[in-house]
């Protein structure tokens, strides 16, 4: 090989260095919203949801019945923040809309038992929810859910971020254990004609005395039931009707 051809394999490296480095930033900075609306449509898909500014790497845990989980230690807890991704066989309007289904959450969500919707507005859901779990006693939390969505290269782009607003919900129960953490989103981009590539990401603490290898077992096996429960919900034909 020449030297000016492999002076040009050399650029051209560089450049796809420099393309995947301004793709990571843009992914990042679309959770955290700070890109425009011509920005955000430059992106074509993500690496995460809300990264919360941080730089620490996910480690690969497991791929089964469809879903990838990566995961990451957070602020020196022994509790994982957990990401997975995973394809679902609809458009990105109609996961968004049965994730939007708040109050039906009781009869396809796996351990929810109650949910109600507290306050509704043009772009953010204010609910209580409540669990039941195996072997413990049930938990509960008041969530504020924002949403937003754009125009992607490849169709509408669907963003939800909840974050725990528990002063605004009902008081502690008898029985029931509070939840104070529960973060985390969903990134809906379209994959192909008629799917979905949905990014889910979950920190939280349940509380009580679970030691932390259980709570982030019991973690990994709520995502893959609520990706399964998803999948499901999305053949309703209730949601036949969904905006994409």
């Known amino acids: 090989m020449s030297a000016e051809s492999l002076l040009r394999a050399e650029l051209h490296g560089c450049r796809q260095t420099v393309k995947r480095l301004r793709y990571i930033a843009v992914s990042i900075a679309v959770f955290a919203g700070s890109l425009t609306a011509a920005e955000k449509a430059t992106v074509i898909s993500s690496s995460g949801v809300m990264e919360n500014g941080a ?3 996910w480690a690969p845990e497991s791929t089964s019945r469809g879903v990838l989980i990566h995961s990451r230690l957070r602020n020196g807890s022994p509790l994982k923040e957990f990401r997975a991704v995973g394809v679902i066989d609809a458009l990105p309007g109609t996961v968004f809309a049965v994730l939007d289904d708040t109050d039906t959450y009781p009869r396809f969500m796996p351990y929810t038992s109650e949910c109600r919707v507290l306050k509704r507005e ?3 859901v204010l ?4 669990l039941e779990l195996p072997l ?3 938990r509960d939390y008041t969530l504020r ?3 937003d969505s754009w125009s992607g290269p490849d169709g509408p782009i669907y963003r939800m971020r909840w974050e725990p607003a528990n002063d605004l919900g009902p008081a502690v129960r008898p029985g029931v254990l509070r939840v104070n953490m529960c973060e985390g989103g969903w990134l809906l981009e379209p994959d192909g004609a008629a799917s979905t590539r949905a990014t889910y990401l979950i920190y939280t603490d349940s509380g009580g005395a679970i030691p932390p290898l259980i709570a982030n077992n019991g973690s990994r096996v709520a995502i893959r039931k609520i990706f399964e429960a998803i999948r499901k919900q999305v053949k309703d034909p209730k949601y036949a009707a969904a905006r994409n």
């Open 55 to 57: 730089a620490t790497a």
């Open 136 to 138: 413990v006693s049930d």
């Open 122 to 124: 043009k772009d953010w």
């Open 127 to 130: 609910a209580y929810q409540r």
């Open 145 to 147: 859910t924002r949403h």
